[in-house]
């Protein structure tokens, strides 16, 4: 019997995978917010321009710090995620290798590492000293996506000098 990855393409579903990643800190921002009654948030107009007024005179400092941090990280997530899936759609639509730590699912279990490491790191901290890890993990995340990316392009240009 055929295993789970066998049937399925680890590199694909790394796009669902990090979808939900990006999703957990808006969640956590949530439960910030509604002391952890998620139930009683008023989800009418959530991106409301007094939400955050609202939430600042509701909140001590140091919890709405924390769900801008988290709401924030969420943002970042989903920035990123277009940049994800393309390298992930157009690393395996030009056939880059598929196994191993330099293929495809080697690309995308590394990718989703760094964004966890990133996320957690983004959630913790309070002071500035751990900002420049943050940083140094994005850019990690973003490289990570254009090697594929130029990967697939050099692959693309390759099939096209042979016309």
């Not at 609202?54 to 909140?59: A, I, N, P, S």
């Not at 760094?114 to 943050?134: E, S």
């Not at 392009?153 to 042979?162: V, Y």
Request: charged letters at 15%.
């Amino acid at each position: 019997m055929p295993s789970f990855f066998d049937t399925y393409s680890p590199s694909i579903l790394a796009i669902p995978a990090y979808y939900i990643l990006s999703v957990f800190p808006h969640s956590y921002a949530l439960n910030i917010a509604t002391n952890g009654k998620v139930l009683k948030w008023d989800n009418r107009n959530p991106r409301s321009t007094t939400l955050k007024s609202r939430l600042k005179d509701k909140l001590d400092a140091e919890t709405f710090a924390q769900y801008e941090r988290a709401e924030a990280c969420h943002a970042n997530g989903m920035e990123n995620l277009p940049l994800f899936a393309a390298a992930i759609i157009l690393g395996n639509m030009v056939g880059l290798k598929k196994e191993g730590f330099g293929g495809m699912t080697g690309f995308a279990g590394t990718f989703l590492a760094v964004r966890l490491a990133y996320t957690a790191v983004y959630l913790t901290h309070k002071t500035q000293g751990p900002t420049v890890l943050r940083s140094g993990l994005w850019v990690a995340g973003v490289g990570l996506c254009f090697r594929v990316l130029f990967k697939a392009a050099r692959a693309l240009g390759a099939d096209k000098a042979g016309f």
